[in-house]
């Protein structure tokens, strides 16, 4: 037993507080542009079918493309905690520690997790991006409450001098 009081209902210091999460399925919650990305499947299948001659290439093509989409049928769920991103699809599960991560780049519908200052077309293949169709603002006051353990000495992430609340905006 511990000989330490702690008054009920009080939180500890160690516990770790609650994370902000986001649940995105476009097949659930953006229903038109789901069905027009199987539509387009289903028209160049039929289309790949009637070109070749052959409908099961046509089969074969519209089931790649479906396949390809596949972000749009299955739920991913992210969360910003206090050590970093958890992005989950299905059982699997991807942590990014902050210090990882070098700045965000919000778009008009969800955000770009770098982790290289560069621009060169290479680091494109070392961002993550998010669909974000939840509460911007929350989303930027968290990373913002995690800022100093990004700069903290011996980390070799910044945030390119500005504040999260001034990120960039593609």
Known sequence: MSS???RPGAPHRTDPSPGLRVVNWPLRDDVPHAAGVMACCLATGVLTGALSASWSMGVVSAAAMTLSFWKLWVPIS?????RGVTISVWRRRRFIAWHDIDH???TGRGVFFCADADRSPLSALRQLYLPWPGDREAAVHW???HRPRVDAPGSTATWNGNELDSARVR
């Open 4 to 6: 330490v009081k702690t």
């Open 78 to 82: 992210c969360e910003m905690a206090e």
């Open 104 to 106: 965000l780049e919000w």
């Open 143 to 145: 990373a913002a409450r």
